[in-house]
């Protein structure tokens, strides 16, 4: 006997569930209806479980939200959710479906699907989708203390419900197994398959500005590098974060970019590069031009005194420091916020952008005030995506990042699956910021570590960015042993290779580690194409 998901009740009113056998498990097909004279707002309903036969140590593997959040092995009775020691719900919004802190000391939790192990065996419960809501699967004591109960919740984030009406909730599946890669990899193929993800991109080989030049990226450095690509097996020549205006502004440069971005585009085209270009599509700065002519297009909350104020959703003083660096949230269930970004992604698209990197896209999915109240965060989020997928047409390559990852499936071409990486290995723990919560940190390690615990998305969800490449061995605090180490994580993985290196640096040493990565990414990118990705091996 090994760990063993039964089923137990159902926590909700209006919940129906029909439960099917599937394989050695289960499937929940369930919905959710409001049969009041009245709309309702909806938090969350659950399918609950008890977990039983549990023999010896009981661990969870505990899937991250968005791009950026960690994931890991946790062991029941012994760790503690991060929001326990950090209680930040700002920071929190960012990381989790639910930004509100855990109440319970003992709960473990996982976002949109988990793999719980014990000596004997595992198990699998997973939601089959995600862009209508988000699930959490939570590990907590029964109400006897003794018990232990998995908590499937189909997460509404208080969307308001109409009277007399049904909504579909995202299938919850259970599937007990002896490998965890295995159940992984059927997961994600059945829910890519589901979602119609998109998956047929060729393997992507590029450059981008971020990671060496970071905001300090100048036109003068771009066309630098351009100048020296050639010696580069490049396809994408991708510019980031440093350019635009201001952030929501994103169809003017700054004074760093004189020359504008059609320019820029046809100089990248030029030289046979697909022009790639960074937006946050979702966060505009206060003293932007998009929300000084357009207050009415930001979502808003109540603060404290009860005024009514945009939403705060990002926080970095180096874009704008008009509200102490806070960005807001464009409302993206209002339909002319929805027409905005069709024609920032059309324009990009015209000028010659035709790969989009689409950074800090969880915005939406914050707490607040929105136009559209019977929206779930998901459908929020997926709103502002479908709306720029409208806009760029089907042939641009939109990459995901900062992106909740089950609400974009079918939408984005690539997903970022890790943090940041960085010119250093492993940032110094008495650097945390938010307690609890240091593997957000940039950091090559902890990009290395998602990069493994989400290969098995590859190819079946997207295609996997585990994050630039960095081949440089000046002006960086990364080893030449870790930046191949790195570099052989990617390879492993398949999935997105792009360097971030100023091209100047790069000896004969590191293109020919260029060249070995890339011939190994190829390799182990068609292998996922017919079977499991190299990278993906037992979790436990
Ligand atoms: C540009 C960068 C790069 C990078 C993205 C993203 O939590 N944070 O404050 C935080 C800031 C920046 C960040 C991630 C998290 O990096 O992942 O590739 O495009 O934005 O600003």
């Not at 952030?247 to 004189?258: R, S, V």
Request: hydrophobic fraction near 40%.
């Amino acid at each position: 006997m090994a760990v063993q998901l039964k089923f137990d009740r159902v926590d909700g009113n209006g919940v129906s569930y029909v439960h099917a056998p599937n394989g050695a498990g289960a499937a929940y097909d369930w919905s959710l209806t409001n049969i009041e004279s009245e709309a309702v707002r909806v938090r969350a309903v659950s399918l609950v479980f008890t977990v039983e036969d549990v023999r010896g140590v009981l661990r969870m593997f505990r899937h991250g939200y968005q791009s950026w959040s960690p994931s890991d092995i946790a062991t029941f009775g012994a760790d503690v959710d991060p929001s326990t020691k950090a209680d930040n719900e700002f920071f929190q919004a960012m990381h989790h479906a639910d930004q509100r802190t855990v109440t319970g000391t003992d709960e473990l939790r996982s976002e949109w699907f988990t793999v719980l192990a014990d000596d004997d065996g595992v198990v699998l419960a997973g939601f089959i989708g995600g862009g209508s809501h988000d699930g959490i699967l939570r590990l907590r004591r029964g109400g006897d203390g003794r018990s232990i109960e998995l908590v499937a919740e189909a997460f509404l984030g208080d969307a308001l419900m109409p009277s007399n009406t049904v909504r579909g909730l995202h299938p919850l599946i259970i599937e007990p197994g002896t490998e965890d890669a295995n159940l992984l990899d059927g997961w994600a193929k059945v829910t890519g398959a589901t979602a119609q993800a998109r998956t047929t991109a060729p393997y992507q080989v590029g450059w981008c500005s971020w990671y060496h030049y970071f905001d300090d990226i100048t036109e003068v450095a771009l066309r630098a590098n351009l100048a020296l690509a050639p010696d580069f097996p490049f396809d994408v020549f991708q510019l980031d974060d440093g350019y635009q205006a201001n952030i929501g502004d994103w169809l003017t440069t700054n004074e760093k970019f004189p020359s504008g971005l059609p320019a820029i585009a046809a100089a990248i085209r030029e030289r046979g590069y697909t022009p790639g270009v960074w937006i946050a599509p979702f966060l505009v700065a206060p003293d932007s031009e998009v929300a000084i002519r357009h207050p009415d297009w930001l979502a808003a909350f109540t603060s404290r005194s009860g005024a009514t104020r945009p939403l705060r959703a990002g926080w970095n003083p180096i874009w704008s420091d008009a509200d102490g660096g806070f960005m807001y949230a464009l409302d993206t269930t209002h339909p002319d916020v929805q027409q905005h970004l069709e024609h920032v992604a059309r324009s990009l698209v015209e000028m010659g952008f035709t790969y989009i990197k689409l950074d800090f896209t969880y915005a939406p999915s914050f707490e607040g005030i929105w136009h559209d109240p019977k929206l779930t965060p998901a459908e929020r989020v997926r709103a502002g995506f479908d709306a720029i997928r409208r806009g760029a047409g089907d042939d641009a390559f939109l990459l995901g990042c900062g992106a909740p990852l089950s609400h974009v499936v079918g939408v984005v071409d690539g997903n970022r699956i890790g943090p940041d990486v960085a010119p250093l290995w492993e940032p110094d723990a008495s650097r945390e910021v938010f307690p609890g919560y240091l593997r957000t940190q940039p950091s090559t390690k902890f990009a290395d570590d998602a990069t493994r615990y989400r290969a098995f998305m590859h190819r079946r969800l997207w295609l996997n960015d585990p994050d630039c490449l960095m081949l440089r061995t000046e002006m960086t605090d990364l080893s030449a042993a870790d930046a191949a180490r790195w570099a052989r994580t990617v390879a492993e993985s398949g999935g997105m290779a792009l360097v971030s290196d100023d091209l100047a640096l790069l000896d004969a040493k590191a293109k020919t580690l260029l060249q070995e990565t890339i011939a190994t990414g190829r390799a182990s990118d068609d292998a996922t194409k017919t079977g499991r990705c190299p990278l993906v091996t037992a979790l436990f």
